[in-house]
């Protein structure tokens, strides 16, 4: 039922920016936390950045001072802006939405970075 739907994802340049947005079929208030991963072909799965509802936040070791995470709970979506983006930022970008117990996923979002 709940839906997960990535956009701005594309190809960019070293060093450029991209803004990625999740829009959420259902009120952000449903979910305790909300946070963005990243799958690069043959490795596993990783946390990017993650909030929860009072506005933590939390990043990984890559994204910390690069990425920023957000959300706009009147418009149901949680953004991810990426400055200065590196090669290895490659990967599929993917939503996620944790209500309880339950975990909810996007489709994802192909991010490039490259020359």
């Known amino acids: 039922q709940v839906q997960l739907v990535e956009s701005g994802g594309g190809l960019v340049q070293p060093g450029g920016s991209l803004r990625l947005s999740c829009a959420a079929s259902r009120s952000l208030f449903w979910f305790n936390t909300m946070g963005w991963y990243r799958q690069a072909p043959g490795k596993q799965r990783e946390l990017v950045a993650g909030?929860?509802?009072?506005?933590?936040?939390n990043y990984s070791g890559s994204a910390k001072g690069r990425f920023t995470i957000s959300r706009d709970r009147a418009k149901n979506t949680v953004s991810l802006q990426m400055n200065s983006l590196k090669p290895e930022d490659t990967a599929v970008y993917y939503c996620?939405?944790?209500?309880?117990?339950?975990?909810?996923w996007g489709q994802g979002t192909q991010v490039t970075v490259s020359s």
């Open positions: 909030i929860t509802n009072n506005d933590i936040t």
């Open positions: 996620n939405a944790v209500a309880g117990s339950i975990n909810y």
